[in-house]
């Protein structure tokens, strides 16, 4: 981009609520996801072009509770696509708040660039008296935009704040400052226009790792099994028979496993299938606990929780099923 040139910026839209409309500017619950496509955002926010030239294609109009590997897929083929225009300066992703924070981590691990790529949503449709959606759209085109955002990793942008992809969640079921990365902290704060970065991920991301899913026409099945009191077998033996290749083990506390629930992740070690300990928990590392369990190689999740843990393995089990190579990118990505 020479000089003077202004910045473009490709916006893929995949549905949600920044995309759903109600039957009246109170309804804030119950109302239809994905009824407005692509064109009619960029339309409602006309100081988008103030900033960028915008590019805009649709994806998927879907509600992100229904996301799915292909689309997955599709979408960081589609982002990797576009990045490869000189022309391009970054991409930004309309998405449901449900499953934002599984697609930006996707992305972080799989857009093969430096270029800025940011995931945003709302919390409120657009037919709400206070909708959210325009000022995110908004604040995600300026920030995918800006030099400053480049080689950062994914972002994602709602209620002025600026997350990093790996250590964002989604923490309040309709409040709109629901994404937060709770002891790890934001990446930054979006206030009167400019973006005031205050640290930087340590963790490695986009052009940096090994991940490459751009001619991949599927994603390993990976399902996670959830703990509790009483928690026995019978859904990771139904993982085996669905045939995973991995399961994520979401455990109480430190990774932990209920007795009843071990010896079926044992057996499923013992066909091939990888196993990670995440936990149920929210916060902390999950580090290396009972001998046993190393030696059987189950992995530990190290800081990502259940639904990351997932992606990641998926991912890796595109390049290996060796264990001692799993466990190094849990504490790499």
């Not at 300066?89 to 981590?105: F, I, M, N, R, S």
Request: aromatic content about 6%.
């Amino acid at each position: 981009m020479s000089e003077n040139a202004r910045p473009t910026v490709v916006i893929l839209a995949t549905g949600g609520t920044i995309a759903g409309q109600g039957a009246s500017g109170t309804q804030m619950t119950g109302y239809h996801v994905g009824d407005l496509g692509v064109e009619a955002l960029v339309a409602a926010v006309p100081q988008l072009t103030d900033y960028a030239e915008i590019r805009a294609e649709q994806i998927a109009n879907i509600q992100s509770s229904s996301m799915t590997d292909e689309i997955l897929l599709r979408l960081s083929q589609r982002v990797n696509a576009v990045l490869e225009d000189p022309a391009v300066t970054g991409v930004v992703v309309t998405h449901g708040t449900d499953t934002l924070e599984e697609t930006a981590y996707f992305l972080n691990l799989t857009v093969k660039s430096a270029k800025p790529v940011i995931v945003v949503g709302a919390m409120r449709p657009s037919t709400a008296i206070s909708a959210d959606g325009p000022i995110n759209l908004l604040n995600a085109v300026r920030l995918a935009a800006d030099p400053v955002a480049i080689d950062r990793g994914v972002m994602i942008v709602l209620n002025d704040e600026i997350n990093g992809a790996r250590d964002c969640t989604k923490t309040n079921t309709t409040g709109l400052g629901t994404f937060k990365a709770p002891e790890a902290g934001l990446l930054g704060y979006i206030a009167g226009g400019r973006h005031y970065f205050i640290k930087k991920t340590a963790m490695h991301h986009t052009h940096q790792t090994e991940f490459d899913v751009r001619r991949l026409k599927a994603l390993p099945r990976v399902d996670i099994v959830y703990s509790y009191i009483n928690a026995d077998h019978v859904f990771v033996e139904a993982a085996i028979a669905a045939g995973a290749k991995g399961i994520v083990h979401a455990g109480t506390g430190n990774g932990s496993v209920h007795d009843d629930t071990l010896g079926a992740l044992f057996k499923a070690r013992d066909q091939g299938i990888a196993v990670a300990r995440a936990s149920r928990v929210g916060n902390g590392v999950v580090t290396e606990d009972c001998e046993e369990w190393t030696e059987a190689g189950l992995l530990d999740a190290a800081t990502l929780n259940p639904q990351k843990t997932r992606i990641l393995l998926q991912l890796g089990l595109t390049i290996t099923d060796d264990p001692i190579q799993l466990q190094r990118m849990f504490y790499e990505y």
